[in-house]
């Protein structure tokens, strides 16, 4: 079993390194794997065919449609110049010199409002690309940034969020999305204000030492290729400042209408029948809705711009192709996660942090910070943590008198913390549409989407067993 143990740590630090090296995830995550089942006893095939496999399977099954409309939305926010056009808007209303803070705001306003993370990445790529050209900031600082306005506070912390993060321990504690108003408002303020306080820290020092935006993708003429690895069209200029907007203000109108008011008025109880896999509404509604949102902001584009055809179809297939590697090497990444979370050793590490004899707070905090910097990934962190743990996690809880609100809470916000380790999908997809590296990038990253939370959640726990919930 120690052996076991050894070979989840080997295969995790193989997977970061293999990852801060540039080596494609698609390749790095099964071979990471195929050393922890090594270690395991496990067999390799088998643990390739019927576990790998089916979890990466399953997520793009799952994910595709976001991950291609989030792609040919963002490029075509593009290619129309409407990206631009907003960028210059928002940089003459707050200062060239505040790029950062629209970024992270915008970026914020959009995982706050029901967006998904993934579509988020890819629709802010190019919104802050011309931020940050415009305020001469270095390009590499764009991971970061997003990274903040997604990944931490509005994914986790602010109560009402309708991310899958702040969903999951629902079930398990018999709370909702706003559980914890007064701690998570507390956390997100906190993990905003260091975030930023970092990424302008890093602006200043990365200028003083001579670096620059330096890109010329606004150059690039139809069929060239951008330094990020798209092809870039002439764009088309908008009639006006405000026409950008209204994509965005659709993605917004669409998923709120059909969230709120659109899909519960519908019949879904055909859902139950096994032509559909018997699913339930509440399982789809989210994805289903954010889907009908982007289509109809990029059905909105092309109305706006059908006489720049030949424009928009380049934007189309180049949408396409940018949408297939951020969505395998995330798949990839699940497989892994799966795989670690079936060897017996998985189960050990697991149970000795729930032995560990400390409060039930203390205890599904960790569980669930470990689970997810294991599988890289908050929302399967926190699942299989739950799964495994929940029930005997709410007892623990009921009979210490801890609050179940500060369980969900924090709960939630523990597992935005380890999960963008290097190896974490959500990282790699986001270096990978923003056509940077980890070597480039990903100090900025790990220090406002891992070093602040965690800090945070630490201070937030000590805080809690002072003067209690709030």
């Known amino acids: 079993m120690i052996l076991g143990i050894f070979g989840i740590i080997v295969s995790l630090l193989l997977l970061i390194t293999l990852a801060y090296r540039g080596v494609p995830v698609i390749l790095a995550a099964p071979v990471a794997a195929v050393v922890c089942v090594l270690f395991s006893g496990a067999p390799i095939l088998a643990s390739y065919t019927e576990i790998f496999m089916p979890a990466m399977a399953g997520f793009v099954g799952s994910w595709f449609p976001v991950f291609l409309v989030g792609a040919i939305f963002g490029i075509l926010m593009t290619v129309t110049g409407y990206a631009e056009s907003i960028a210059r808007t928002v940089t003459g209303w707050i200062g060239s010199r505040r790029a950062i803070a629209a970024t992270v705001i915008t970026s ?5 409002g029901g967006i998904s993370l993934f579509v988020v990445a890819f629709v802010m790529y190019p919104l802050a690309r011309e931020l940050f050209r415009v305020a001469d900031i270095p390009r590499r600082l764009i991971p970061g940034t997003i990274a903040l306005g997604i990944f931490t506070f509005t994914m986790t912390a602010l109560p009402g969020s309708p991310q899958v993060q702040n969903i999951i321990p629902g079930p398990f504690f018999g709370t909702d999305a706003y559980a914890g108003p007064g701690v998570g408002i507390l956390g997100g303020i906190l993990i905003f204000s260091l975030g930023m306080l970092w990424l302008e820290h890093r602006r200043r020092s990365l200028i003083a030492k001579g670096e620059h935006f330096e890109s010329v993708e606004s150059k690039k003429v139809i069929g060239g290729s951008s330094d990020d690895g798209s092809t870039v069209a002439t764009t088309i200029a908008p009639p006006n400042r405000l026409v950008p907007f209204l994509p965005l203000l659709t993605v917004f109108a669409v998923n709120f209408a059909c969230t709120l008011l ?27 809705a954010v889907v009908v949102g982007i289509v109809a902001a990029v059905g909105l584009i092309v109305a706006l711009n059908f006489g720049q055809w030949s424009t928009l179809k380049i934007g189309f297939n180049d949408g396409v192709k940018r949408s297939m590697l951020p969505i395998f090497s995330t798949a990839s ?3 892994y996660g799966a795989v670690v979370a079936s060897v017996a050793a998985f189960a050990v590490v697991r149970d000795s942090v729930f032995g560990m004899g400390a409060n039930a707070l203390v205890t599904s905090v960790v569980t669930t910070s470990i689970t997810a910097g294991l599988t890289g990934s908050s929302s399967g962190g926190m699942t299989i943590a739950l799964n495994a743990l929940g029930a005997d996690l709410r007892t623990m809880a009921e009979d210490e008198g801890m609050s179940l609100e500060m369980m969900h809470r924090l709960t939630a916000m523990a597992a935005g913390g380890l999960d963008t380790l290097p190896h974490s999908g959500a990282v790699v997809t986001l270096l990978i549409v923003c056509g940077l590296t980890h070597r480039q990038s990903y100090k900025d990253i790990g220090m406002v989407t891992l070093v602040i939370p965690v800090l945070v959640v630490v201070a937030l726990i000590a805080l809690v067993s002072a003067v209690g919930g709030f």
């Open 108 to 112: 914020a306003l959009m995982t706050y």
């Open 262 to 288: 659109i899909f519960p008025a519908l019949d879904w109880s055909y859902l139950q029948e096994d032509t559909f896999g018997a699913i339930t509404y509440d399982s789809r509604a989210g994805l289903w």
């Open 333 to 335: 990444e699940v497989g």
